[in-house]
Antibody, heavy 116, light 107 residues
Framework: EVQLVESGGGLVKPGGSLRLSCAAS????????MVWVRQTPGRGLEWVSS????????YYADSVDGRFTISRDNAKNSLYLQMNSLRVEDTAVYYC?????????WGQGTLVTVSS | DIQMTQSPSTLSASVGDRVTITCRAS??????LAWYQQKPGKAPKLLIY???SLDDGVPSRFSGSGSGTEFTLTVSSLQPDDFATYYC?????????FGQGTKVEIK
C-alpha cells in the first residue's frame, strides 16, 4: 500500500523558513516523480513544484520560484520542500503527491501558517 | 499558463441522479486531463486520468470524456458517497493547473 506522510508544518513569521518532509513507502520511490501541491480556502488547489525520479528535472510555480526548493533523498525514500522568505500568502495545507502529472497518491497534508 | 474553468461551481442533486461537470481549458491540453474527488478534511483522490481512464478501484459509474479544451466528468447514478468536491487538472504543461472545483451537494 502506498503511503505518503508529510511533516514539518507549523507557525512561522513572515520572512521565516520551514522545511517540509514527505516519507514515502509502498512503491519504488527512486523511479517515481513527485510533486508538492498546496490548498487554501480562497485559492483552491495550487501546484507548487515537481521533481523527476532521478532529480533530472525540477519545476516551480512562479509564486514560489526562487524561494522554495524541492529535493529528494532516494536512499531515505523522502521528499522535501525547503521554504524560505515565507509570505502570508504561503499559508496553506501542503500535500506531497506521487507522480508528476496525474497525481495518483496524496499524503494527508501538513498545515503551514505564516503570520506575525 | 493554462486556465482551467469548471462549471457549475455548485451542483445540487439527489441520490440516483445523473450528474455532469464541465471543465474548459484556455488552450488545448490534448488528453492530459485528470479528475479528483475531495471530501472535507481529506486529501484529493484521483478518479480519472488521461480524460477517461479510471484509476484503480474507482466505480464504473464515473466516466470522463472530451479532448482539446472541453471535458466532462459524469456520474451515471449518484451515490451517497459521491457528495464531495471535484477538481479537474491539466498536466499538458507547466505550471500544472487545477479548476476551481465543483461541490456536489445533496438536494
Amino acid at each position: 500500500e502506498v503511503q505518503l506522510v508529510e511533516s514539518g508544518g507549523g507557525l512561522v513569521k513572515p520572512g521565516g523558513s520551514l522545511r517540509l518532509s514527505c516519507a514515502a513507502s509502498g512503491f519504488t520511490f527512486s523511479t517515481s516523480s513527485m510533486v508538492w501541491v498546496r490548498q487554501t480556502p480562497g485559492r483552491g488547489l495550487e501546484w507548487v513544484s515537481s521533481i523527476g525520479g532521478s532529480t533530472n528535472y525540477e519545476y516551480y510555480a512562479d509564486s514560489v520560484d526562487g524561494r522554495f526548493t524541492i529535493s529528494r533523498d532516494n536512499a531515505k525514500n523522502s521528499l522535501y520542500l525547503q521554504m524560505n522568505s515565507l509570505r502570508v500568502e504561503d499559508t496553506a495545507v501542503y500535500y506531497c503527491g506521487k507522480r508528476d502529472g496525474n497525481i495518483d497518491n496524496w499524503g494527508q497534508g501538513t498545515l503551514v501558517t505564516v503570520s506575525s | 499558463d493554462i486556465q482551467m474553468t469548471q462549471s457549475p461551481s455548485t451542483l445540487s442533486a439527489s441520490v440516483g441522479d445523473r450528474v455532469t461537470i464541465t471543465c474548459r481549458a484556455s488552450r488545448s491540453i490534448s488528453s492530459w486531463l485528470a479528475w479528483y474527488q475531495q471530501k472535507p478534511g481529506k486529501a484529493p483522490k484521483l478518479l480519472i486520468y488521461k480524460v477517461s481512464s479510471l484509476d484503480d478501484g474507482v466505480p464504473s459509474r464515473f466516466s470522463g470524456s472530451g479532448s482539446g479544451t472541453e471535458f466532462t466528468l459524469t456520474v451515471s447514478s449518484l451515490q451517497p458517497d459521491d457528495f464531495a468536491t471535484y477538481y479537474c487538472q491539466q498536466y499538458s504543461s507547466y505550471p500544472r493547473t487545477f479548476g476551481q472545483g465543483t461541490k456536489v451537494e445533496i438536494k
